[in-house]
């Protein structure tokens, strides 16, 4: 059970550059979001899915696409990468109704955009 | 939507003495409220929630408390040690909405 995977672990891009950094989860749940961790501002939420094929926005959804295909996996695409962007991204799950909100976090990945 | 905020930002105590770190939210909808620690270069980890149908939670040294009335909820841990010594964050959901919104964060260093 490897629990909730991100890669890469790192990434430097260049402004304008496109990539996708990868989700997966094997516990089944619905429930998958992704975070961006900047200095002193805590975690924002990007956005989110209650299940395959839903997706909703978070705090700061702007400049940042994902898809939903199946229960396990959760990319998040940058369009077009910009120094703004630069920051930790933490992916995480956790059951939907199942009495427990524990959400359960990715490594993170750590990007630089320059 | 919810904002929720933390205090205080850093937060310096000596092995064996108490730390305390306060939260508040505004939504009144709010009804689940965890706490996450974070050590350096690792991933947020849950140690400790409550929700709002209960007043208090403690599980051996560390302790939460809610005050749905003032919209404020904190973290107690007694006998600190270094080992504590992390990030913590509070957060504020609507139980089963899986919204979360998370504070700034606090920096607890204890020392030996």
């Known amino acids: 059970n490897a629990g909730v995977t991100q890669t890469p672990k790192f990434q430097v891009l260049k402004t304008g550059q496109s990539m996708t950094l990868q989700c997966a989860q094997d516990?089944?749940?619905?429930?998958m979001s992704w975070y961006r961790q900047d200095p002193g501002m805590g975690l924002r939420l990007i956005h989110y899915?209650?299940?395959?094929?839903?997706?909703d926005q978070g705090e700061v959804p702007n400049g940042y696409n994902v898809s939903r295909s199946t229960t396990e996996d959760f990319p998040l695409r940058l369009l077009s990468a910009a120094p703004s962007q630069t920051s930790v991204y933490f992916c995480?799950?956790?059951?939907?109704?199942?009495?427990?909100?524990?959400?359960?976090f990715g490594p993170g990945t750590r990007l630089t955009v320059l | 939507g919810e904002n929720v905020e933390q205090h205080p930002s850093t937060l310096s105590v000596q092995e064996g003495d108490s730390a305390v770190i306060k939260c508040t939210y505004s939504?009144?909808?709010?009804?689940?409220f965890p706490w996450y620690k974070q050590e350096l270069g690792k991933r947020p980890q849950l140690i400790i929630d409550?929700?709002?149908?209960?007043g208090e939670k403690k599980d051996q040294r560390i302790a939460v408390t809610l005050n749905k009335t003032a919209k404020h909820f904190s973290l107690h841990i007694t006998e600190t040690q270094p080992e504590d010594s992390a990030v913590y964050f509070c957060?504020?959901?609507?139980?089963?909405?899986?919204?979360?919104?998370f504070g700034s964060g606090t920096k607890l260093n204890v020392k030996p």
């Open positions: 995480a799950s956790s059951d939907l109704g199942q009495g427990t909100d524990t959400q359960y």
């Open positions: 516990m089944n749940h619905e429930y």
């Open positions: 899915s209650v299940g395959a094929g839903i997706t």
């Open positions: 939504d009144s909808a709010s009804n689940y």
């Open positions: 409550i929700r709002s149908n209960v």
């Open positions: 957060a504020a959901s609507l139980y089963n909405f899986n919204k979360f919104y």
